[in-house]
């Protein structure tokens, strides 16, 4: 099975931090995302990838970046921690969008 | 804005009842849907794809997808409490790798 590993289960930092979001997939997929999920909200596309190197914008990037320099890793940064951006973040992988994805445990941010 | 409509529910049933959950999209294109289950806590997990017209079926569980209205829906057969959890309905784009999810609904199955 393949499995999608987030870094941190629970994460809580101070408005202003610069935070590190780190998601590692041991399949050899190319396809990797990050959404965040917030009540009534549902799944928010933040960014994602199709390749090494390679990064797209997804519906609400503003206020985060992407690394991914290996293609098992792909990275989310706030680079600039807000309370609203108090969520969980959940990563996400797939060799074709067209057969699902297979999703990290998710990380519970929370910025005070 | 390409949008994935879903009850948000409660959606109650007895347990050993068949639970019906539905869903509509907007984009005329998409081409492959899919059901995720998300117990509270946990992350969503792919329990069902979809991509004809028609039923599809595993287990106690039946997609069923009408391109023509814009229709996708999950059947629970024999429903049990351990099936309570809220199921997303995702839809890929007409551009192929962009998925859209649902908000959900949640299901609870009463003993």
């Known amino acids: 099975d393949v499995k999608v590993t987030q870094s941190s289960r629970y994460l809580v930092k101070r408005t202003g931090e610069k935070v590190f979001l780190e998601c590692v997939q041991d399949?050899?997929?190319?396809?990797m995302f990050w959404y965040r999920q917030d009540p009534g909200l549902g799944l928010r596309l933040i960014y994602f990838?199709?390749?090494?190197?390679?990064?797209e914008k997804g519906d609400i990037p503003e206020g985060y970046s992407v690394s991914r320099e290996k293609k098992e890793r792909f990275s989310l940064i706030l680079e600039s921690a807000s309370t609203n951006q108090t969520s969980m973040y959940l990563c996400?992988?797939?060799?074709?969008?067209?057969?699902?994805?297979?999703f990290g445990s998710g990380t519970r941010l929370t910025v005070v | 804005q390409k949008e994935v409509e879903q009850n948000s529910g409660p959606l109650s049933v007895p347990e050993g009842a068949i639970a019906s959950l539905n869903c509509t999209y907007s984009?005329?294109?998409?081409?492959?849907f899919f059901w995720y289950r998300q117990y509270s806590g946990k992350s969503p997990e792919l329990i069902m794809s979809?991509?004809?017209?028609g039923d599809k079926e595993d287990g106690r569980f039946t997609a069923q997808l009408n391109k023509a209205s814009q229709y996708v829906s999950l059947l629970i057969r024999d429903s049990q409490p351990s099936d309570s959890a809220t199921y997303l309905c995702?839809?890929?784009?007409?551009?192929?790798?962009?998925?859209?999810f649902g908000a959900g609904t949640r299901l609870f199955v009463k003993a």
């Open positions: 995702a839809v890929i784009d007409t551009g192929g790798f962009k998925t859209i």
């Open positions: 996400a992988s797939s060799l074709d969008a067209n057969y699902g994805y297979t």
């Open positions: 979809i991509y004809s017209n």
């Open positions: 990838s199709y390749d090494v190197k390679m990064k």
């Open positions: 399949m050899d997929h190319e396809n």
């Open positions: 984009d005329r294109g998409s081409q492959s």
